[in-house]
């Protein structure tokens, strides 16, 4: 499976973005696709979640601000973030892995700035 990140850029304080990670090659109908997010010197930590199923899971740092949901070709996975924070500052990976396959995938990271 391979992952295409795109979407970052630089935000104000209080702005929106939207994050889009397109999934490609040997997609297993059943899999869960995240978005994480990682700054220099910080583990990189778990962001949103959805299943094929449409379900979804946030981290409690952007529970009402972030909404992540799934394409109508389900894999396109995209991240709307608003009411952005310095502190969302981060470049984002999309991920995908299925229970059924060995490897996981992770896409190449996009880079979002929020910044005055």
């Known amino acids: 499976v391979q992952l295409q990140a795109s979407g970052g850029g630089l935000v104000q304080p209080g702005g929106s973005l939207r994050l889009s990670c397109a999934a490609s090659?040997?997609?297993?109908?059943?899999?869960?696709m995240n978005w994480y997010r990682q700054t220099p010197g910080s583990q990189r930590e778990l962001v949103a979640a959805?299943?094929?199923?449409?379900?979804?899971t946030y981290a409690d740092f952007v529970k009402g601000r972030f909404t992540i949901s799934r394409g109508l070709a389900k894999n396109t996975v995209y991240l709307d973030m608003n009411s952005l924070k310095p502190e969302d500052t981060a470049v984002y990976y999309c991920h995908y892995y299925s229970d059924y396959q060995i490897e996981s995938a992770w896409g190449q990271g996009t880079l979002v700035t929020v910044s005055s």
């Open positions: 090659g040997s997609i297993h109908p059943t899999n869960v």
């Open positions: 959805i299943t094929n199923r449409g379900e979804t």
